[in-house]
Nanobody, 124 residues
Framework: QLQLVQPGGGLAQAGGSLRLSCAAS????????MGWFRQAPGKVREFVTA????????IYADSVKGRFTISRDNDKNTVYLQMSSLKPEDTAVYYC?????????????????WGQGTRVTVSS
């Protein structure tokens, strides 16, 4: 059975950094694209970044480009989100997600499975 497990998020000050991880089980990890989405209080879930199964293709939302970095370790079945230069508006629950295949997309409907979410709070 597929599981996407996200350890606890964290609290950071504006300008600080945090790293999120998402560990997958029950699948051939490298066969699937992985994405990160976030949902701030009172807002809809939005795309943050995604990485293809091979890691060759990566896309970022404009709001995080240059500040966030996605990576994956297919040997460890884990995808990471390194967040730097954090802003208070980055405060949200962050979700990792697995796509239906090795490709990636900015739309949540392209993702078949979701992690439980982890809360990130950035103070000003």
């Amino acid at each position: 059975q597929l599981q996407l497990v996200q350890p606890g998020g964290g609290l950071a000050q504006a300008g600080g950094s945090l790293r999120l991880s998402c560990a997958a089980s029950g699948l051939t990890f490298s066969s699937y694209g992985m994405g990160w989405f976030r949902q701030a209080p009172g807002k809809v879930r939005e795309f943050v970044t995604a990485i293809s199964g091979s890691g060759v293709r990566i896309i970022y939302a404009d709001s995080v480009k240059g500040r966030f970095t996605i990576s994956r370790d297919n040997d460890k079945n884990t995808v990471y989100l390194q967040m730097s230069s954090l802003k208070p508006e980055d405060t949200a629950v962050y979700y990792c997600a697995r796509s239906f295949d090795s490709t990636i997309n900015v739309y949540s409907r392209a993702y078949a499975y979701w992690g439980q979410g982890t809360r990130v709070t950035v103070s000003s």
